[in-house]
């Protein structure tokens, strides 16, 4: 058995994010699971209990659940107010990577940028490197 929040850093690395800080999300049947992960340590996790959403919903809620994420994170002084964003990596239910693209397309212009992967995609580290 495994712990998702402890297995974050290492996804992280996997897709490319070694040092830095970057938010580690995944939508699953469980809910919604936001990791920060700071210089390849885990620093806070939580879980966001999802009711059957269709992908449009969850991807905004994805999308809102972040955003709300980032500024806690900056109220606790974990995020800097200024200098380089957060990285968000986000690993979208399988089937649902095109509608998550354009939820969380507005983000990247808000200083979040986000790398979206299929489920199935994020442990493969050549599928993993490709920005869209």
Do not use: N, W
Request: overall charge positive; glycine content about 6%.
């Amino acid at each position: 058995m495994y712990s998702v929040p402890l297995l974050a850093p290492a996804l992280a690395a996997r897709l490319g994010v070694r040092s830095g800080r970057v938010l580690v999300v995944t939508a699953t049947r469980a809910g919604l699971r936001q990791c920060y992960v700071d210089q390849g340590q885990l620093r806070f996790a939580r879980l966001e209990r999802t009711i059957d959403m269709v992908p449009q919903a969850l991807a905004m809620f994805v999308r809102s659940e972040t955003q709300r994420l980032a500024q806690y994170l900056v109220t606790l002084r974990a995020l800097p107010r200024e200098g380089a964003p957060v990285q968000v990596l986000v690993v979208a239910p399988p089937g649902q990577r095109e509608v998550f693209e354009q939820a969380l397309a507005v983000r990247r212009a808000a200083g979040l940028p986000h790398r979206r992967l299929r489920a199935g995609a994020a442990g493969r580290s050549s599928c993993a490197r490709s920005r869209k």
